[in-house]
T-cell receptor, first 114, second 114 residues
């Protein structure tokens, strides 16, 4: 079946460090891929998405490229801030595309220290 | 534009009781999806409604049910509550035109079953 695998956390970084959170997926057909972020006590916010192979999603300095050949969608940011501390979820939606169902990874907690 | 709202935000119930959670989508959105978030199982899809019809359903027992009204507002009901139903229940809305669309999440309802 369809699934998403994320790297285990927590990821602990100093401010201005480079961030990578790995995400790989298994899906039939051509899924759409998403990164969501969850701040403490809140719901999920879409961070970025990509709907076809080689697309690059970007937002607030975060980037991820849809790599079909490696079935990956790794999240990167060149210089993290304390305010980026949150839990990050990789997710996919797979055909049939007439549904909103999202399949999530387990989430990766990011902690950024000044 | 107002975001997705969920009521109540917090709820405490005892085993065997039933509970109803409410979700108001973003204006103009016709699709509402529900997810359960727990530390052990992560984010799991419950069901999705589009134009008052259930379009997709996750792998949950029949104690979990939902409905959608003509104004797109949705409710989910859990009957005969069990301790394991303690979770954050998240609602998401979208225009419902396919899985490539962005889903917008509410802040969630945190349910504690004693």
């Amino acid at each position: 079946g369809n699934s998403v695998t994320q790297m285990e956390g927590p990821v602990t970084l100093s401010e201005e460090a480079f961030l990578t959170i790995n995400c790989t997926y298994t899906a039939t057909g051509y899924p759409s891929l998403f990164w969501y972020v969850q701040y403490p006590g809140e719901g999920l916010q879409l961070l970025l998405k990509a709907t076809k192979a080689d697309d690059k999603g970007s937002n607030k300095g975060f980037e991820a490229t849809y790599r079909k050949e490696t079935t990956s969608f790794h999240l990167e940011k060149g210089s993290v801030q304390v305010s980026d501390s949150a839990v990050y979820f990789c997710a996919l939606s797979a055909p049939p595309h007439n549904t909103d169902k999202l399949i999530f990874g387990t989430g990766t907690r990011l902690q950024v220290f000044p | 534009k107002a975001g997705v709202t969920q009521t109540p935000r917090y709820l405490i119930k005892t085993r065997g009781q039933q509970v109803t959670l409410s979700c108001s989508p973003i204006s103009g959105h016709r699709s509402v999806s529900w997810y359960q978030q727990t530390p052990g199982q992560g984010l799991q899809f419950l069901f999705e409604y589009f134009s008052e019809t259930q379009r997709n359903k996750g792998n949950f027992p029949g104690r979990f049910s939902g409905r959608q009204f003509s104004n797109s507002r949705s409710e989910m009901n859990v009957s005969t509550l069990e301790l394991g139903d303690s979770a954050l229940y998240l609602c998401a809305s979208s225009r419902g035109q396919g899985a490539r669309e962005t889903q917008y999440f509410g802040p969630g309802t945190r349910l504690l079953v004693l």
